[in-house]
């Protein structure tokens, strides 16, 4: 498909169709919520289902290869558009954090100044300025309870799936890594875990009735079976610590039979589910033992974006660090070089025009986007944690308290765990993430503009045991 047939396309479905089905969506609440679980289940799709590419260059590898437009953002121009059309005097134009994440991008893109290829600096401008449009529409379409309600069903239904998709590559297909409908095992592990606990939490809170707690721990087992089955060490252990954390924290609500029983029954199905996958995790084990050098590989690739940090304050280039770190730029390429040469291997030039990306969240953004990129997405990441930490204090046992509460957790680990991935990066683990953080900023919206009563519809209007701060 050339790019013109693309663009007439990709234009009109921002434009037109998306705003339209807006103005339909704002006159049925149902099909509102179909549509908000429909934006939920997104970033679990085949990857070829969501994204359309103006300029692509296929052979190069980093946040982007082309100008990106992505269905998930054309869904939630909809939500957006649907909260616009209400006329219920919700809607806002910029939801609490969207200012600072724009300050991000912009910051991220002066390093367009010392860029090797400014047209590459673009593609991620585009790519991730255009994607604050899906926290926007999360932002606007969690509204009450039934709307927490589909986003949990949503969730379970994709992490089911996955986990179906998993266990046929597993023992039909013959696959021992297995990745589902991701590019690799390790961002869906992370997306697992991420939309795991929040449906942990939200079965454990008192007001959940029986048939959808059940539904809810569904679709946590089908994450922690899916996690298993990637063999992916670093996602089962963020799992288990963030599981302990969801348990603990409604722990501290008070010991319930509900508690007690979901807590013995998972620790029975987690020995069960290990003891039949003990196999995988020891041969993972045992080659990731043998393999040191990779261990190595990512320090001397972090030296190599140290460099480009020391040389360049505000970056080589967003979306320029494959570019940076391979021939013909010798100055950061040698460093893998002289690396292979210690080793005593001999040096081909050719095998060093597209040297590998640093695995690292953080010292990919030191190194493309400088200290004032970095400085300020860490700023936004901490605000997230912030209101997360917010919205679980302020509705602490309501259903909406145990899901901040969760998502408390899983952005922490998420945050921590990006110190050696840098899937928040790829577009579905993105959209994903930002998903979340449109609810968390919601939370906070209604926690600091709505008054918590007994009576009354809406989203956080709870019996609670404590007061709502009052409005900051």
Request: some cysteine; overall charge positive; aromatic content about 12%.
């Amino acid at each position: 498909m050339n790019d013109f047939v693309k663009a007439a396309i990709i234009f009109p479905a921002y434009l037109v169709v998306a705003p339209m089905l807006g103005w339909f969506l704002s006159r049925n609440r149902m099909l509102e919520r179909a549509t908000l679980g429909l934006l939920v289940t997104m970033p679990s799709w085949f990857p070829g289902k969501l994204t359309l590419m103006l300029g692509s260059v296929e052979f190069y590898r980093g946040h982007t290869k082309g100008f990106e437009a992505s269905l998930i953002e054309i869904v939630a121009v909809a939500l957006i558009a649907s909260s616009f059309f209400r006329r219920d005097g919700t809607f806002r134009w910029f939801p609490p954090g969207t200012w600072l994440y724009l300050l991000w991008c912009f910051l991220c893109c002066l390093s367009l100044v010392s860029a090797y290829n400014k047209t590459y600096v673009l593609m991620a401008a585009v790519k991730f300025t255009m994607v604050v449009l899906i926290f926007m529409g999360a932002f606007h379409a969690l509204r009450d309870d039934d709307d927490l309600r589909v986003v949990c069903y949503s969730l379970t239904f994709s992490l089911v799936l996955q986990a179906l998709v998993c266990l046929k590559m597993r023992y039909l297909d013959g696959r021992w890594q297995v990745h589902g409908w991701f590019e690799h095992q390790n961002p869906m592990a992370m997306w697992a875990y991420l939309c795991a606990l929040p449906l942990l939490a939200v079965a454990l809170a008192p007001r959940t009735n029986r048939r959808d707690t059940a539904v809810y721990l569904a679709g946590f087992a089908a994450a922690g079976l899916l996690i298993i089955l990637t063999v992916s060490r670093g996602a089962l252990g963020a799992f288990a610590v963030g599981s302990c954390a969801v348990v603990g924290m409604a722990a501290a609500r008070g010991i319930t039979m509900k508690l007690a029983g979901i807590s013995a029954v998972g620790a029975l199905g987690a020995v069960v589910v290990s003891l039949v996958a003990l196999d995988s995790l020891f041969m993972r084990m045992h080659e990731a033992s043998s393999r040191e050098e990779e261990h190595d590989l990512r320090a001397i690739l972090n030296q190599q974006s140290k460099a480009m940090m020391l040389d360049h304050p505000f970056g080589v280039g967003w979306n320029n660090f494959g570019i940076a770190n391979s021939l013909p730029v010798e100055r950061y390429a040698s460093i893998l070089m002289d690396w292979d040469e210690s080793r005593g291997f001999r040096l081909i030039e050719e095998n060093y025009l597209a040297n590998p990306l640093t695995e690292s969240l953080y010292w990919l953004l030191l190194s493309e986007n400088g200290y004032a990129g970095f400085a300020s997405l860490v700023a936004f990441m901490l605000l997230t944690l912030w209101w997360a930490l917010r919205g679980m204090a302020g509705f602490w046992r309501a259903p909406s308290g145990y899901f901040t509460g969760a998502l408390l957790v899983a952005l922490a680990i998420t945050y921590m765990h990006g110190t050696v991935e840098r899937v928040l990066t790829q577009t579905k683990n993105l959209s994903m993430w930002l998903i979340f953080c449109g609810f968390v900023a919601r939370i906070e919206h209604d926690r600091r503009t709505r008054p918590v009563t007994v009576a009354g519809p809406g989203l956080f209007r709870a019996t609670l045991n404590v007061p709502l701060p009052a409005r900051a």
